[in-house]
């Protein structure tokens, strides 16, 4: 594999993976976070520390980013030290965030007046997809700036796939969001019914999840709910923005989405109850408390 310098900004519970696993392919890094002090270990592995967005952009071919909110993105892409201060014909950016697809649009828009193409490219996988370089990434843009990031893009992923022009990788993540959080609501209720029900619950998750009630989240989750773990794979505060995202773009459309609708309030629960930065599987806990069991 070819070389790529790479300027990555943003270095969080997926970045910082994400970023350790484009040093271990082999690629030039160049890294910014905000707070500055989650840099060194990158820098430790052999990644130069940027001083702004701008900078990381300024010796780079392709850069990348992952943060919290479309805010975030607009700051980190189109701030006064942002990507655009660099931008240039021949640079590709590519936001691996998720935010709305309207951002999007717009912040490509306005980069590409500088010749720099741009790809919304956000994942799923949580941070263990991260770790392993197993994560699904949806890509929209123009498809010769896809062709021309798909191998940076494999080291992160296993399954790369093209949704089309600029934004359908942000409405495709959105989908994956609303068929997630759905998942993560029927193992939760099918855990309850079987404690309730007197069964083993370790027991029952090997009887099913490789049956036709397995999913990702029932076998990723499922034991980690059983086992009263809740320590953040995915913030359930990062799932309500996310959901938050989805319900706008359901309502520019028109579209009713009631069981998306119902976990977005029970995560509100759990938040209302100080666990905005426990893991999403802590939404068995909003159920429990329904049930009279919290």
């Not at 007046?113 to 997809?129: F, H, I, Y």
């Not at 022009?165 to 993540?173: D, E, I, L």
């Not at 989240?217 to 996310?242: C, Y």
Request: glycine share 12%; charged share 20%; with cysteine.
């Amino acid at each position: 594999m070819a070389k790529t310098r790479i300027g990555f900004i943003g270095l969080g519970i997926m970045g910082r993976p994400m970023a350790l696993n484009l040093l271990k392919a082999g690629h030039e890094l160049a890294v910014w976070n905000r707070t500055a002090s989650k840099m060194r270990p990158l820098v430790d592995a052999g990644a130069a520390a940027g001083t702004s967005p701008a900078d990381v952009a300024s010796g780079a071919d392709v850069v990348i980013s992952i943060v919290s909110d479309s805010p975030d993105v607009e700051e980190v892409a189109l701030g006064p030290d942002g990507v655009v201060a660099s931008a240039r014909p021949g640079l590709l950016y590519a936001d691996m965030s998720t935010i709305s697809p309207r951002v999007a649009r717009r912040v490509a828009a306005r980069l590409a007046e500088k010749g720099t193409d741009m790809l919304d490219a956000p994942v799923s996988g949580g941070e263990r997809g991260a770790v392993e370089g197993a994560l699904s990434i949806m890509v929209g843009g123009q498809r010769e700036a896809f062709d021309r990031a798909r191998s940076v893009f494999e080291c992160l992923g296993r399954t790369v796939t093209y949704m089309g022009p600029s934004g359908t990788g942000q409405a495709a993540k959105l989908c994956n969001q609303v068929v997630c959080v759905l998942n993560i609501l029927a193992a939760c209720e099918g855990l309850m019914l079987a404690r309730r029900s007197g069964l083993d619950v370790g027991r029952l998750l090997s009887a099913i999840t490789k049956g036709a009630a397995g999913s990702w989240m029932l076998e990723n989750l499922g034991p980690k709910m059983a086992a009263r773990d809740f320590a953040p794979g995915f913030l359930v505060r990062l799932q309500q923005k996310d959901l938050r995202l989805v319900l706008e773009t359901a309502d520019e459309l028109k579209l009713p989405l009631p069981g998306t609708g119902l976990v977005n309030q029970l995560f509100r629960a759990v938040e209302a109850a100080g666990g905005g930065e426990l893991g999403t599987q802590a939404l068995v806990t909003a159920l429990e408390r329904l049930s009279g069991a919290g």
